[in-house]
């Protein structure tokens, strides 16, 4: 069964730094992009970040750019949002998302039920 | 960035009935090189992720029912769904992957009359 699962979530203060991981399984984990999705209490989806299925080439949406990184590790099949320098505002549930495809310009066919990040002091 | 609106922001459709949302992007999602427009719809149920039901704006996902179809070429996309089940009471997205960023519609949700 193809199946995605994120650990790693939990209550951080601003400031504070969280390394969401994301367990792959049932599809050959290097063929496919990995996206992570975010989504606010009440509110709507927003794409967060991307990597590569084929050279870990890495997107940012811009209101996580240049305090989040992304990275996969091909021998545990897990890919790795470090997130740092957090805000309230980053307060959502984190989606792992597959890539239909190697790239980013593919639908999302795949999706981990989601770890609750809160920012809060 | 590419700004997708959906309409409208709730429908209420009795059982059986036909329900229509529309999704437009702020400028075209349609790639000229094969013909292909970069447009998806999700479905989420209250609690759970949302799950992929249309890519390239008509192709039903594997295992979609086949009351779910897509439409729309360009900048103005539907998601119809023939005939209303009450286990599509869910909110709707649609998502644009031509460009990044990524964008997603603000969803529709969609309800028993």
């Known amino acids: 069964e193809v199946q995605l699962l994120e650990s790693g979530g939990g209550l951080v203060q601003p400031g504070g730094s969280l390394r969401l991981s994301c367990a792959a399984s049932g599809f050959t984990f290097s063929n496919y992009a990995m996206s992570w999705v975010r989504q606010a209490p009440g509110k709507g989806l927003e794409w967060v970040s991307y990597i590569s299925g084929s050279d870990d080439t890495t997107y940012h949406a811009d209101s996580v750019k240049g305090r989040f990184a992304l990275s996969r590790d091909i021998s545990r099949d897990t890919v790795n949002l470090q997130m740092n320098s957090l805000r309230a505002e980053d307060t959502a549930v984190y989606y792992c998302?597959?890539?239909?495809?190697?790239?980013?310009?593919?639908?999302?066919?795949?999706w981990g039920q989601g770890t609750m990040v809160t920012v809060s002091s | 960035d590419i700004v997708m609106t959906q309409s409208p922001d709730s429908l209420a459709v009795s059982l059986g009935e036909r329900a229509t949302i529309n999704c437009k992007s702020s400028q075209s999602v349609l790639y000229s090189s094969n013909y292909k427009s970069y447009l998806s719809w999700y479905q989420q149920k209250p609690g759970q992720p949302p799950k992929l039901l249309i890519y390239?704006?008509?192709t039903r996902e594997s295992g979609v029912p086949d009351r779910f179809s897509g439409s729309g070429s360009g900048t103005d996309f539907t998601l119809t769904i023939s005939s209303l089940q009450a286990e599509d009471v869910a909110v709707y997205y649609c998502?644009?992957?031509?460009?990044?960023?990524?964008?997603f519609g603000q969803g529709t949700r969609l309800e028993i009359k």
């Open positions: 998502q644009q992957y031509y460009s990044t960023p990524i964008t």
């Open positions: 998302a597959k890539n239909k495809g190697a790239l980013w310009d593919d639908a999302f066919d795949i």
């Open positions: 390239w704006a008509s």
